[in-house]
Nanobody
Framework: QVQLVESGGGLVQAGGSLRLSCTAS????????AAWYRQAPGKQREWVGR???????EYADSVKGRFSISRDKRMSTMYLQMNRLTPEDTAVYYC?????????WGQGTQVTVSS
């Protein structure tokens, strides 16, 4: 069993930055890739990016060059640094770890970007 807790969301003006955190109940990032997803109102949940155990990261084209994923040395917290935010980035952001039968999701954190 893994609990994931996201934090760091909020309201920011376009062009601003936010850093989200995803803290796991154990050091899952050392044994599994961990991903960020987001879901905007009325839209399907979409993949934002991921970090794999080696530390390599991958990103969706829509955020590449603006967002970056990292993790702490204990491998229990993953971060999403979001720069040059636009209103199109407004969504609930979730972290996800594909362990077990169906993986684990956090509860989500709201990011709202005003124009």
């Amino acid at each position: 069993q893994v609990q994931l807790v996201e934090s760091g969301g909020g309201l920011v003006q376009a062009g601003g930055s936010l850093r989200l955190s995803c803290t796991a109940s154990r050091s899952v990032v050392s044994v599994s890739h961990a991903a960020w997803y987001r879901q905007a109102p009325g839209k399907q949940r979409e993949w934002v990016g991921r970090i794999i155990p080696s530390g390599l990261t991958e990103y969706a084209d829509s955020v590449k060059g603006r967002f970056s994923i990292s993790r702490d040395k204990r491998m229990s917290t993953m971060y999403l640094q979001m720069n040059r935010l636009t209103p199109e980035d407004t969504a609930v952001y979730y972290c996800y770890v594909p362990l077990g039968d169906s993986g684990y999701w956090g509860q989500g954190t709201q990011v709202t970007v005003s124009s």
